[in-house]
């Protein structure tokens, strides 16, 4: 009797729910649809201060990635009205065509991404409440003079960088950077990794000695390949990034809604990872120094690199070009075996401020005269950092 009791008592509200639920969905639907935000009192809640400054250290780091892929598509992009459309430099998107016929096209789209992502999220920051980030008026880096360019001023340098190319061999690696910090994972491309190397053609001296053709790898200048094949690792470089910061942060929100938020646009970081290391896999064998850098770089025929080896004595040693998807590394505990993850994800290993840095050492803000930039973009990321999921 008594257990039948409860059982009929949880028919009763089980009904009684769902009865409530569909004439509330009736009722919604006949006032024209569904509410502007999240569906329910739990996600309507007032959102953290710690949710917010998530959420604005995302936008700030969106609003980078603008910059510095607005240049890549203003000299290698598609042009059309979607984006801010220049003449383009046809000699450098033929260059970067080596790496995939399809490149122009990707270009313009990670950057039509980019600036969704900047655009959704201060807006929804000013729906509720919160302020939004602008960081226009720390555009003061001079950009390239290139035939292409829109020639403003920046607020990302392209021109000297210095590439972690690490990431191709984590990400081929049983080695989690999570449960050992000092790890050390091969360079892709070592040269990369010391001195400083253009990205884009700073000027038309840059692509001097090339010309557009059906083939060019033939018709393109060695110094001009090497500039678009260090983009080519470049954009992986910026997206792994992006990877690895959207599934920190997604362990410190409180708001359903927020979480919704950062893992989705997070996993959108995450296509653009694949495609880029996927593409940059395809540059040639060659050597080049930069007369202006005073910076020599090699690249190797990763497409013939070593292969893939036992899982379990995989070291971070792996190079090859086509293993585009994770290899399966340890997580959580070694215990459980390998799973193919996003590497680093731990709060502790990774974050908003290890991804300012990350961006500082990439030499994409070397020239910015304003100091405060770097002050309340740190900022930022430690009020992200420092933020605590609440339940």
Known sequence: MQMGGRNNRRRFFKQGAMAAGTAALGTLLARGGMPVFAADDEDRRPLTRGD?????????????ESDLWLQ?????????????????????????????????????????????????????????????????????????TATGSSGKPRLTNLTKLTIDTSFWSRYRSI?????????????????????????IPRSDDDVAGSSVSDDPATSISTHLQAIAFTAGFHFAFIEQGGTSLYATMAQKVSSLEVLRIVLSI????IMHFQTWQDKAGNALPLTDTDPINRSTVTFADLTK???????????????????IMPEPAHFLDPSLGAVAIIRPS???????????RALTADGLFVGQPDRTFFSFLMQLAEAADAARRQL
């Open 72 to 144: 890549y598509t203003e000299l290698g992009g598609v042009q059309d009205s979607e984006l801010p459309a220049t003449s383009g430099n046809a000699l450098y998107t033929n260059a970067l065509t080596i790496l995939d016929g399809d490149m122009p096209q990707y270009i313009h789209d990670n950057t039509d991404d980019e600036f969704s992502h900047v655009r959704f999220l201060n807006n929804y920051l000013a729906a509720k409440g919160a302020e939004p980030v602008d960081l226009s008026r720390f555009a003061n880096i001079p950009g390239s």
């Open 266 to 269: 997070g996993g959108s970081e």
């Open 175 to 199: 080695t989690n950077p999570d449960f050992d910090r000092n790890a050390q994972f091969v360079q892709a491309v070592p040269s990369l990794s010391v001195g400083q190397h253009t990205a």
């Open 52 to 64: 917010i400054a998530i959420l604005r250290f995302l936008a700030a780091a969106e609003e980078i």
């Open 305 to 323: 690199a070593q292969g893939e080896t036992d899982p379990e004595s995989l070291k971070g040693d792996t190079l090859q070009a086509n293993l």
């Open 346 to 356: 731990s709060v502790a290993n990774s974050g908003a401020v290890a991804a300012v």
